[in-house]
């Protein structure tokens, strides 16, 4: 047998092996793709809604890295962040005076809610939900205050308002976090009324205070008199008890000089053997033996 003959090696064709590399990376291509389509990230501050063929899951995925069944599960992002909706809104006040106001609301939805509002309302829920509630709870109560009472009691009204709020738009989901009246406004008319009565009123307290001060002088110089008088009362009161001192003093002595100059004018020249006063009794001792 002849070993040195021609060898035939066996070639496969390029085509072949071309066909395998595509196929390898039509492979991986799918196999990335199939991957990507199981995962689901939900960002912070956001639920994700599982749709599956369409149909929504009552099951909302919180915030992170889920796994989903890849073509047949899609997963819509709902936020849950704080949100603000600022607006305009007309209404007429209890005594029929028109008011304009700028509102602004703090709201959310809730985790739990975010499946049944992306199913029953979808994501526009600010226009279709919001918005009338806001309107509608600024005319039902603003006709219960007249326009005075919404200035000074402006606070209890913005509550007020958020309650009622509340109440029409909880049913859905949405959280009202804060509701602030930016500011009211009034026709010019009442405006004009408004500062009339102000300038009134501070007229009024300043004439209230100006008799309280007038008062208050008054009774400090009555107060004042009173004082004076009652010292200078006490002063002649004093001097007339002196005075009146003084003259039962004088009257005594009088009294006792006149005793005596009557008993002198009534003497008769005889000496009393015993010559008494009101302090004692004295001897004379005046002897029968006639003097010499």
């Known amino acids: ?46 639920t994700g809604v599982v749709l599956t063929l369409g149909k929504v899951s009552e099951t909302v995925l919180q915030e992170g890295f889920h796994i989903k069944a890849p073509f047949i599960q899609s997963v819509e ?18 005594d029929l005076q028109s008011v304009s106001s700028n ?27 919001l918005m009338p509630a806001v309107q509608e709870s600024m005319k039902s109560v603003t006709a219960r205050y007249t326009a005075e009472q919404l200035i000074t009691e402006r606070a209890i009204v913005g509550e007020e308002i958020k309650s009622t709020l509340e109440n029409k738009v ?21 405006n ?22 007038a008062i208050v002088i008054a009774e400090a110089e009555a107060k004042k008199k009173k004082i004076a008088a009652e010292a200078s009362a006490a002063a002649t009161l004093t001097e007339a008890n ?11 002595s009088l009294t006792e000089l006149i005793i005596k100059y009557e008993q002198i004018s009534k003497w008769n020249g005889e000496l009393p053997k ?19």
Do not use: C, H, W
């Not at 992002?77 to 209890?94: C, D, L, P, R």
């Not at 015993?274 to 010499?292: E, K, R, Y």
């Open 192 to 213: 004009q009324a408004i500062e009339a009565k102000q300038v009134a009123e501070q007229n009024l307290i300043k004439t209230k205070t100006e008799q309280e001060q």
């Open 1 to 46: 047998m002849d070993t040195n003959g021609p060898k035939y090696v066996n070639v496969k064709p390029a085509s072949k092996t071309a066909g395998k590399v595509t196929g390898g990376i039509i492979a991986g291509v799918a196999a990335i793709i199939i991957v990507a389509s199981s995962i689901a990230i939900v960002p912070a501050g956001n």
């Open 77 to 94: 992002v709902m936020s849950n962040k704080i949100q603000v909706y600022e607006t305009g809104a007309t209404a007429v006040s209890k």
């Open 103 to 129: 509102i602004a609301v703090n709201y959310k939805i809730g985790y739990e809610s975010s499946a049944n509002i992306f199913q029953k309302i979808g994501r526009d829920y600010q226009s279709i939900i």
């Open 274 to 292: 015993v010559m008494s006063d009101a302090s004692s009794l004295i001897d004379v001792g005046l002897s029968d033996t006639p003097a010499q």
């Open 242 to 252: 002196a005075q009146a001192e003084a003259n039962n003093l004088l009257n005594n």
């Open 170 to 190: 909880s049913e859905y989901g949405i959280i009202i976090e804060k509701f602030n009246i930016v500011n009211f406004d009034f026709s010019a008319e009442f």
